[in-house]
């Protein structure tokens, strides 16, 4: 309850004080990549349940001949990879933790169709809701593999405490400003889980 309340008391507040920096990025957002200015996908949340997650877009609406959209390298602009890098296209998550879709912190929200991948070990990473930002976020986000965003997850849900959370906090706001670990090495983004092959 602790942990909810400081969600939405501190979402909220943040929503105002920001509310003129978000309006500007949707203004830039509409005008480097046109409308709509968010991103909407489904995403897993506390148990697997499914809502709705929110980004300002950062790719371009861009497809092949065959009507399949283009590589992630080929729809990310130099304008998207400066909202990314500023970690600002994160604003508008701030509405589902208000919701309580999501957490200020805890694992980050993946692909739906990951769900039926995971080990029940790795799957531990649903007994909280997700986060903007998580202890994997901040021990290298995606600039390392899976297994080790998968245990630092894992070890997030078996030792959340809010002295824990205020930390993680702490030091997102420490990366952002450094703007270190955005992508995977030699990817535009990171690469997508596959399965645990090794198992």
Partial sequence: M??????????????????????????KVAKNLGKPVLFTQPRP???GQVFNMYKFRSMRDAIDDLGNPLPDSERLTPFGKKLRASSLDELPGLWNVLKGDMS?????????EYLPLYSDEQAKR?????????WAQI?????????SKFRLDVWYVEHQSFYLDLKILFLTVKKVFTKADINAKDEVTTS????????
């Fill in 2 to 27: 602790i942990k909810r309340l400081f969600d939405f008391v501190v979402a909220l507040a943040l929503l105002i004080m920001l509310s003129p920096i978000i309006a500007f990025v949707a203004w």
């Fill in 45 to 47: 949340g506390l148990n």
């Fill in 104 to 112: 200020l912190v805890g694992p980050r929200p993946l692909l739906v």
């Fill in 126 to 134: 649903h007994n909280v809701r997700p986060g903007i930002t998580g």
């Fill in 139 to 147: 021990n290298g986000r995606n600039a390392i593999d899976w297994q």
């Fill in 192 to 199: 997508k889980f596959t399965g645990n092959h090794h198992e």
